[in-house]
């Protein structure tokens, strides 16, 4: 298994452009979210799916757009960046929403 | 909305002393989880709880469900130096899978 998988790793983009961060799992969970992770306000929820299908927001969802239309993948796409996007985002996945999420290794973007 | 509130935020201590770091909530959770985080990597389960009063160990961890459903405190026996990272606990309130995580506590340990 391959856990839960973010592409790209890292990634510069210009104010204004769109970009869609991917994340795919091959555990057959059916939990998946999206976190972004700044310094010192710990992870704080963007977007998150209990199944194919299914999304809800999170504590963050403004500019940001998800959609689940297989079980193994969550994509996260930025409509158009802003500096205040320029974060280091983490894709996660449980298999029941009792059990404890697996992170991502991370999206390092960096906004200009 | 929900808030997790996490402490300490930071921690320097030596090695072989023993850790203890809480979150506490204004919002009952039905689980609360413990994770930690390295440099350049995603947050790894430690511990997860499930049950007020709960008290749970990992090796030299311990964590406990508070018995208000509103706190949780992670304990870490005799630390060594690969303890060191960022600690993070998380709270879920219902069976939606909507995970909320608190600040985090940076741990540092002097060899």
């Known amino acids: 298994n391959a856990g839960v998988t973010q592409t790209p790793k890292f990634q510069v983009l210009k104010t204004g452009q769109s970009m869609t961060l991917q994340c795919a799992q091959d555990?057959?969970?059916?939990?998946m979210s999206w976190y972004r992770q700044d310094p010192g306000m710990g992870l704080r929820l963007i977007h998150y799916?209990?199944?194919?299908?299914?999304?809800d927001q999170g504590e963050v969802p403004n500019g940001y757009n998800v959609s689940r239309s297989t079980t193994e993948d969550f994509p996260l796409r930025l409509l158009s960046a802003a500096p205040s996007q320029t974060s280091v985002y983490f894709c996660?996945?449980?298999?029941?929403?009792?059990?404890?999420?697996?992170f991502g290794s991370g999206t390092r973007l960096t906004v200009v | 909305g929900q808030q997790l509130n996490q402490s300490p935020q930071s921690m320097f201590i030596q090695e072989g002393e023993d850790v203890s770091m809480n979150c506490t909530s204004s919002s009952i959770f039905n689980t609360w989880l413990w994770y930690k985080q390295d440099p350049g990597e995603g947050p790894v389960l430690l511990i997860a709880l499930y049950k007020a009063g709960e008290l749970t160990s990992n090796g030299r961890l311990t964590a406990q469900f508070g018995i208000t459903r509103k706190d949780s405190f992670l304990n870490i026996s005799a630390s060594i130096p690969s303890d060191v990272g960022i600690y993070f606990c998380?709270?879920?309130?219902?069976?939606?899978?909507?995970?909320?995580f608190g600040q985090g506590t940076t741990l540092q340990v002097k060899p």
């Open positions: 555990m057959n969970h059916e939990y």
């Open positions: 996660a996945s449980s298999y029941q929403g009792t059990q404890g999420y697996t």
């Open positions: 998380a709270g879920r309130t219902s069976n939606t899978g909507k995970l909320i």
């Open positions: 799916s209990v199944g194919a299908g299914i999304t």
